[in-house]
């Protein structure tokens, strides 16, 4: 069973610029959460959808955003790239919108802003 | 002051030892309490999952909660090489999937 798919896996963005991720989660999985990973503050909860739907977002700003098809499949969006949005970009997925613990990651998508 | 803590280590211990990670949060509504592994260049994989206080025990593997001192641990036996790795705690105020996660704590065995 293929695992949870990011893409591309590592990109070179300059400030300004925006950019999006890719994921594919494992086939049946219909929750795709995303997660936003650095040294100083760890993994920062971004948004998850399920059916197509956001069902819940976290505290970042409106210049990130997401969508995710019917096909289960997610992309990411931030918009006017700072520097800050360095980061390890983490999509994890789930059978369910209910909590069983268990998020299925991908290796990530690691964004570098000069 | 973030809602969950954890010490980032670094870690080192000699195989065989046991191994205590500790975490703490400020939200007493959290339930759900987890433990991920992350290896080098890898996503996270989940080792235990906990619901409310109480132990779990899993091989090696000992999960704890003290809801009333909002304090989690996780405790690893005889480790291995193997277990070096990155330890995430994690939790959850209700039954949804947006997780809160401690820092990590960079654990690594020695030989």
């Known amino acids: 069973k293929a695992g949870v798919t990011q893409t591309p896996r590592y990109l070179i963005k300059t400030r300004g610029q925006q950019v999006t991720l890719s994921c594919s989660p494992i086939?049946?999985?219909?929750?795709v959460s995303w997660y936003q990973q650095t040294p100083g503050q760890g993994l920062q909860f971004l948004f998850e959808?399920?059916?197509?739907?956001?069902?819940n977002k976290g505290n970042f700003p409106g210049r990130f955003s997401g969508r995710q098809f019917s096909n289960s499949r997610s992309e990411m969006n931030v918009s006017t790239l700072e520097l800050g949005d360095s980061a390890l970009y983490l999509c994890?997925?789930?059978?369910?919108?209910?909590?069983?613990?268990?998020?299925?990651f991908g290796e990530g998508s690691r964004l570098t802003v000069l | 002051q973030k809602e969950v803590e954890q010490d980032p280590g670094p870690l080192s211990v000699p195989e065989g030892a046991i191994v205590s990670l500790n975490c703490t949060y400020s939200n007493s509504a959290f339930q759900y309490f987890m433990w991920y592994r992350q290896y080098s260049r890898k996503g996270p994989e989940l080792l235990m999952y906990t619901y409310s206080s109480g132990n779990k025990e899993d091989g090696r593997f000992t999960a704890q909660v003290d809801k009333s001192s909002k304090y989690i641990s996780l405790f690893i036996r005889d480790s291995q090489p193997s277990d070096s790795a990155t330890y995430l705690c994690?939790?959850?105020?209700?039954?949804?999937?947006?997780?809160?996660f401690g820092t990590g704590t960079s654990l690594t065995v020695i030989p």
């Open positions: 994890a997925s789930s059978f369910t919108n209910f909590n069983t613990g268990e998020l299925f």
């Open positions: 086939s049946g999985h219909r929750s």
């Open positions: 994690a939790m959850s105020p209700n039954t949804g999937n947006q997780f809160y």
């Open positions: 959808y399920f059916s197509e739907t956001q069902r």
